[in-house]
DNA sequence: ACGCATGCTGGGAGCGGTCCCAAGAGAGAT
DNA sequence: ATCTCTCTTGGGACCGCTCCCAGCATGCGT
């Protein structure tokens, strides 16, 4: 058996490999009637393109790369890289592009990678999240001028990228928490190197300050993103005595839920928690976690947008998306029966 | 300035294309000196071949997928994918092949995809996880003959697969807590249609069965390998007042222990607990949780060899592989002060 | 000194597509 | 009826690399 090749689609179909090669591809310019035999012919055989093949001879490989600068271990337990891949892989297969997944661990060699990866023109983009401030990865990969986004982290302005707006949830976080008549706000931040913990830090900091209930520094503790190190944290805040602990994730949320509970004191009554995220962590306390949910998902597919948007204009300028943020008030700030009354 | 080809490079070190290419892939048959003089130009200029051209005139692409049967959700949450991405993707990193991750969610539509994907030649061949019995994945995967491997499933017999000593492990859990004088045991299942899963609770009936103390049906519960159905599972197998019970993996165990404790029992004097993996969940319990160790990276490792045989050596028979297990004994099972009694 | 292995090296032919350009067929205009 | 112009279509030139094969210069045996 001859194999499979455009030519013998073509030659199957009565027309030219230019010909098929149009049909397949959807480009105009080609009689109806001809593009349907060749669509069948292809149904037929159940031709698929020899992707090398495709890459090679037109510039472009339909992979999209993602890359994630975290420990496996840790992209595998958060939830937030779970949501994050979920949107990217929806919107990859939505678009026609293969999603490839490089874990880059080390700080050191390892580092060249992703460059050399480019290099090779295996895949037309990358999608690079959970870097951190001044991370070397970034700048040699705009130094090498491969076609990259940024994902919930700011970067440099002239680099494409999404991310939630950290200023203002947690903003609404702080307001939250005023609205209930705390005054003694702590918070349990992610590792402050990365921006996004870092921004939400000060959105919590300045809409207090705004409304002259200043965060006591003393009541602000860093922690890593992990459920262990937020309890952790949080049994040190407890010392001073808040009436309320804003987590930078809903992960971390649990762990700080957990360590008011060894305390011996009460959530919400005692103290009132509050997380970031909106994932499935805030589900499974007891009670539930007030959070603010900033869209994981979309945060994905807006960045395949981005990441395609670059590859296929590279003239156009890169831009920068924030994706707004809500307030979702559970148990662990409002007891149920109130915000029933609250709803009212 | 002219485009970085292997042309070029060639030209720079005054050799042909082919012993460019030689010296670059290290083929024998170029003089010392050339190839000296060929890798010098490599190094200064920054070469890196184009994949797409490679793999099409090499007829392979040198990317290997991983193809997990799972939901995103559930990838992402699990440590043992993290320990086996790791094995592999580190393997991957040794033998010079890129790793490409797909997670297969739905069970129709996109069930076709990995088939496509591979029609395309984007990738050389197929790492399988986490896929169930009789799942069709398989059957279309062997039967479009594409070389593919399966990790902690057996499969059908003349298919490549790795998987722990699953059997053998279990038994050691059954005998482990038989030596400790138990004899009420109850055990929490993974999901049975995955074949681990069954094979584990296979192991323990068996090796229990074999000393006399047969397994009470009544005390196996099965669960879905996350911690909250594990505990679900639990709070009913404590109605059946059980004095030790085998979670078939460490995050049920912690769900397990979590039950326990819930219902006011004590670890592990009133409930032995053990679980299977020896995963980082194993080492967050209080007291730490004594479990079958399965060397997880090392599955990973294997699954490339495994496929890297088949993509390479296709006449040679796919073979099977099975990994050891050891029991890890730790306070769960066995209260620290007698542990260092029986140590000594 | 001559023939013949042996070892390197260079050239050419693809791999299977995409893309550009020229050629052919109709349709509309004059 | 002739000439354009537009719409399709086919052919050829690559894309950048690997592989095969022929050609050449050595080294050796005799």
């Known amino acids: 058996m001859t194999k499979l090749t455009l030519e013998r689609v073509a030659e199957l179909a009565g027309v030219s490999r230019s010909t098929a090669s149009r049909a397949i591809n959807g480009q105009d310019g ?47 337990s958060d939830p937030f890289f779970a949501g994050l891949v979920q949107g990217i892989s929806g919107a990859c297969n939505a678009q026609d592009q293969t999603l490839s997944l490089f874990l880059l661990q080390s700080a050191d060699g390892e580092d ?24 070397p990865l970034v700048w040699q990969l705009s130094e090498s001028g491969i076609p990259f986004v940024m994902v919930g982290e700011a970067g440099q302005p002239d680099l ?34 990365n921006s996004a913990a870092a921004r939400r830090l000060l959105g ?12 006591d520094p003393r009541l602000v503790a860093e922690a890593d993103f992990t459920e262990e190190g ?10 001073g005595a808040p009436d309320a602990i804003f987590a930078a994730s809903d992960r971390m949320g649990v762990g700080v839920m957990r360590a008011v ?15 970031f995220d909106d994932l499935s962590p805030a589900l499974e306390t007891e009670p539930q976690l007030t959070t603010v949910r900033q869209e994981v998902a979309q945060l994905g597919t807006v960045a395949v947008d981005l990441l395609l948007e670059r590859v ?16 979702v008030v559970r148990g662990s700030t409002v007891p149920t029966a109130q915000r029933e009354v609250l709803v009212r």
């Open 112 to 135: 060249r990678l992703p460059v050399r990866m480019l290099r090779t023109k295996l895949v037309d983009g990358l999608i690079v999240t959970a870097t951190f401030t001044d991370d």
């Open 160 to 193: 494409s990228s999404v991310e939630a707006d950290n200023d203002g949830g947690a903003a609404l976080a702080a307001r939250h928490l005023l609205e209930l008549g705390r005054r003694h706000m702590a918070t349990v931040t992610g590792p402050l190197r």
């Open 30 to 76: 080609v009689r109806p009637e001809i593009r349907r035999r060749v669509l069948d012919v292809v149904e037929i055989t159940g031709f698929v393109p020899h992707a090398a093949a495709r890459s090679l001879a037109g510039q472009r490989s339909n992979i999209l790369g993602l890359a994630i600068r975290q420990t496996t271990e840790q992209v595998f």
């Open 261 to 275: 509970k060894d305390a011996g004191l009460h959530v919400p009554d005692d103290v009132a928690v509050i997380g």
């Open 230 to 239: 937020a309890y952790a944290a949080t049994v040190q805040l407890l010392d």
């Open 312 to 327: 296929r204009t590279p003239e156009v300028p890169p831009r920068r998306v924030e994706l707004p943020t809500t307030l």
């Open 204 to 215: 919590f900091e300045r809409a207090l300050a705004a409304e002259g209930v200043p965060l």
